[in-house]
């Protein structure tokens, strides 16, 4: 087994795979870190020169055409926010940005400047031109973050990059977003723990045993922001421009990065139950929910998730 981190889309990248010797091990992960930083160079919107800030700039009031890896995010993103009644929303980037800002200054940001942020987002604002390979914005002052389902896509596209490169079993990790291709030698699948809601440092609530597929998990434990006695999550609520203060933390479970990701921000948004109803329609996909209650927690698994083995 060869293995290797390194920092890339705000976070930390880890790949696990399995190779004949260390030299293509070493090529392998190789390009698999300079395909996700070229998919950074994209996606990003902390960068002022990726193409997705560019866009914001330039598609105001016509179709401009993007490149292949911005178009098949934000179709996916599209797609999903209809699917999920506009829970998923990448328009939201003037306020994903005034809580960022919020984070670093340890405070709420005031309700007016969220709901004049609100003004400048809504995902009927954007249009996926399939046909030409394009992208159109309503109105200027918009801003789109995909942060909800790129991480998910760069793992997608790092494991396509190590199999090109001779890797059948491998496994990529952007923070909470892995996708992974055959099982390590000798086993039935890759053991994912699926953590637990008690504390980061709790033992794994499950051991799922898994291959050729993608868990995304979303909650808190990583940004949020404490305030006032209340915890904001850093994901908002498209609604209302709030960060969700229902502790809830959702693992999805699906073929490809991309879907898991998107799904796993999704659900957190629709909620425990509306989230499940949304699962339950999706044969391809499986949840476990973890909603912190008043009272007590309320775990809810999917159909599908029940029947994922768990190893020991």
Same mark, same amino acid.
């Given at each position: 087994a060869f293995g290797a981190v390194e920092p890339n889309m705000g976070t930390l990248v880890r790949i696990k795979l399995y190779a004949r010797d260390e030299a293509q091990a070493q090529r392998a992960i190789r390009a698999a870190f300079d395909r996700i930083a070229q998919l950074d160079d994209i996606l990003s919107d902390y960068k002022p020169r990726s193409e997705l800030n560019q866009i914001c700039r330039t598609a105001v009031g016509h179709p401009v055409r993007v490149s292949g890896d911005l178009f098949r995010v934000l179709d996916a993103s599209e797609q999903l926010a209809v699917e999920t009644g506009g829970a998923f929303d990448i328009t939201l980037g003037p306020v994903t940005h005034l809580w960022r800002k919020a984070r670093q200054e340890h405070r709420v940001p005031e309700l007016v400047a969220v709901h004049e942020a609100l003004a400048h987002c809504g995902c009927r604002k954007l249009h996926v031109i399939v046909a030409q390979h394009a992208i159109e914005l309503d109105e200027p002052g918009m801003q789109l973050d995909v942060g909800g389902i790129a991480k998910g896509y760069a793992a997608d596209e790092a494991l396509a990059v190590l199999s090109k490169a001779g890797i059948s079993s491998a496994l990529v990790a952007a923070s909470g977003d892995l996708a992974f291709s055959d099982p390590p030698p000798g086993q039935t699948g890759w053991k994912i723990g699926v953590g637990s809601f008690d504390s980061a440092e709790a033992p794994f609530t499950r051991i799922l045993v898994l291959a050729h597929g993608a868990v995304s998990t979303s909650g808190d434990s990583e940004q949020h922001l404490d305030a006032g006695g209340t915890r904001y999550s850093h994901i908002i609520d498209p609604k209302t421009g709030m960060g969700l203060t229902h502790e809830i933390t959702v693992t999805i479970v699906a073929r490809h990065?991309?879907?898991?990701?998107?799904?796993?921000? @999704? &659900?957190?948004?629709?909620? @425990? $139950? %509306?989230?499940? *109803?949304? &699962? *339950? %329609?999706?044969? *391809?996909?499986? @949840?476990?929910?973890? $909603?912190? /209650?008043?009272?007590?927690?309320?775990?809810?698994?999917?159909? %599908?998730? %029940?029947?994922?083995?768990? /190893?020991?």
């Open positions: 990065g991309i879907d898991s990701d998107g799904m796993s921000t @999704a &659900v957190s948004v629709l909620g @425990a $139950e %509306r989230g499940f *109803e949304l &699962v *339950e %329609r999706k044969p *391809e996909l499986a @949840a476990l929910i973890v $909603e912190n /209650g008043r009272s007590h927690p309320q775990i809810l698994e999917s159909s %599908r998730f %029940r029947l994922l083995g768990t /190893g020991s």
